[in-house]
């Protein structure tokens, strides 16, 4: 087998070391395995180890965050290539932090490692927003539930009448009960809108039995939801902030039907600018484990259930349709 890269090194990474082994190729082939901390320093003493030996690519796995900083520290000076782990697993029975790292030197010397997508910084700093976005909205829901879950529990009925609890009228109606206002008729006079032609049945929704307790539970998810709002509308400045030189495209996304802004933002994160590395649009579709996987043998097919896997652009692209 033809060896494209005669001078390459393979990186086994773990929360406080990782082993590189560096081939270079010959007759015989000559490998070199080091271990190396995860501290600045002892990356900066990888980097020259490895431009000591003359290497030209390096190849990690993407295993959690911890390539991340190996990666930022490298990709000026190395030609890198970021592995998914289900593609370059090892042979059984043959597991060992050297053995990994030398495994993934020889698959890169050959060119048999499948690169995974590392977007640029620009776009690096716009998913970091975009994924902390939805984790906060989905903290703000889950205090929601147990707002509404509190009131449950107090008997008050009014989350089937309040399309949202968190609206004008339901932000106003929980601060009255924080506050200590037990009056179902002085409740009632705080709806707005359209909830006024249901006072009636929201004076009996409202007449229950909330003890401080509940209060203070109330209370305390309110002001969580308040904070975490806040943060929301931070990272919105940021985010507006950070694609201001991708306006154009944020724009072309948010016209397809079906998408806002705040899902056009997430897709850009998500995939980028740079369609080339997708040769079609099938390529991205699979990317995005939108599409049944193959698993035939035999004649025979088997599971063709969509594959786990981006998450974080398969949620938000589902949503959107």
Not at 39 to 60: D, I, K, N, Q, S
Not at 78 to 89: D, V
Request: one cysteine or more.
């Amino acid at each position: 087998m033809d060896v494209l890269y005669p001078r390459c090194a393979g990186l086994d990474l773990g929360k406080d070391a990782l082993v590189a082994c560096v081939r270079i190729h010959g007759r015989p082939v000559h490998q070199e395995v080091r271990t190396f901390g995860m501290t600045t320093r002892e990356l900066l003493a990888l980097a020259a180890w490895l431009a000591e030996h003359g290497v030209t690519h390096v190849a990690m796995e993407a295993t959690g965050t911890y390539w991340k900083a190996v990666w930022y520290l490298l990709e000026e000076t190395f030609t890198l290539t970021l592995a998914n782990a289900a593609h370059i697993r090892n042979v059984p029975g043959r597991k060992s932090d050297v053995k990994d790292a030398e495994w993934i030197a020889n698959l890169l010397a050959h060119g048999l490692i499948r690169g995974s997508f590392v977007p640029p910084a620009p776009m690096q700093e716009v998913r970091d927003l975009t994924r902390t976005r939805k984790q906060l909205v989905r903290e703000i829901a889950q205090h929601t539930q147990r707002i509404q879950k509190t009131l449950d529990t107090g008997n008050l009925k009014i989350t089937g009448l309040l399309s949202n609890v968190l609206g004008v009228s339901g932000r106003a109606i929980l601060r009255a009960l924080i506050a200590g206002q037990t009056d179902p008729v002085q409740l009632a006079n705080l709806a707005r809108g359209t909830l006024k032609n249901k006072r009636s049945e929201l004076v009996e929704a409202l007449t229950g039995q909330v003890t401080p307790h509940q209060r203070w539970l109330l209370k305390l998810h309110l002001d969580l939801i308040e904070g975490l709002e806040g943060a929301v509308a931070e990272i919105d400045t940021h985010l507006g902030e950070a694609l201001a030189p991708f306006r154009e495209a944020v724009e072309r996304v948010d016209a397809v039907p079906g998408i806002d802004t705040v899902v056009a933002q997430a897709i850009l994160g998500e995939i980028g600018l740079d369609m080339s590395r997708f040769p079609t649009h099938q390529h991205l579709i699979s990317w995005a484990c939108l599409c049944r996987r193959l698993d035939e043998s035999a004649g025979k097919r088997k599971s063709t259930r969509t594959r786990k896997g981006a998450c974080w652009l398969k949620t938000v692209l589902v949503q959107a349709a």
